[in-house]
T-cell receptor, first 116, second 112 residues
């Protein structure tokens, strides 16, 4: 499968614990996005990487959230001291440099987080 | 920041009828507008997109129209089929594609 992959697919944790999710984008894509989606809502932008540089971060993202893309390939999203309100689907998407239709984002299957 | 509103939240049509979903955006600098289809339990998938230098784009039974002056864009599905049933999301992005703002989604139900 050469699409975007995410691991784990499901995560159940207790409030206060830290969790880390991984996203592996399509190999030739240099752009990577993280979104959060709650039931009945559209994806909410969290952060964006171009290669290894984190160029955008949502103001809605608290200090408990951090993301990295150390070598410009896979990315990790960490949530520290999880709260019940963090329960959601976390989606990753990747794309090429814009132009000639390459701005299309391809989404991964998501990681569903449940905080008890 | 950008604000994208989408209507209606649910839409039920008879197979063969047309369906129209509308979105408005607030930032006049937005210039790229994709539409995604998300089936239950699956990832969003791009179905059509439009840039601000184009007023309309068509791909078989799907079309998107854009009115830059009014800051709204619409998805049109003709000859709907039961397999069109899904949640559809509109989105808007600025010229640098660094951020995408999504609407809240429209659940389309096509009745056979």
């Amino acid at each position: 499968d050469t699409g975007v992959s995410q691991n784990p697919r499901h995560k159940i944790t207790k409030r206060g614990q830290n969790v880390t999710f991984r996203c592996d984008p399509i190999s030739e894509h240099n752009r990577l996005y993280w979104y959060r989606q709650t039931l009945g809502q559209g994806p909410e932008f969290l952060t964006y990487f171009q290669n290894e540089a984190q160029l955008e971060k949502s103001r809605l993202l608290s200090d408990r959230f951090s993301a990295e893309r150390p070598k410009g390939s896979f990315s990790t999203l960490e949530i520290q001291r999880t709260e019940q309100g963090d329960s959601a689907m976390y989606l990753c998407a990747s794309s090429s440099a814009p132009g000639q239709g390459k701005e299309t984002q391809y989404f991964g299957p998501g990681t569903r987080l449940l905080v008890l | 920041g950008e604000n994208v509103e989408q209507h209606p939240s649910t839409l039920s049509v008879q197979e063969g009828d047309s369906a129209v979903i509308k979105c408005t955006y607030s930032d006049s600098a937005s210039n790229y507008f994709p539409w995604y289809k998300q089936e239950l339990g699956k990832r969003p998938q791009l179905i059509i997109d439009i840039r601000s230098n184009v007023g309309e784009k068509k791909d078989q039974r799907i079309a998107v129209t854009l009115n830059k002056t009014a800051k709204h864009f619409s998805l049109h599905i003709t000859e709907t089929q039961p397999e069109d049933s899904a949640v559809y999301f509109c989105a808007a992005s600025l010229y640098n594609f660094n951020k995408f703002y999504f609407g809240s989604g429209t659940k389309l139900n096509v009745k056979p």
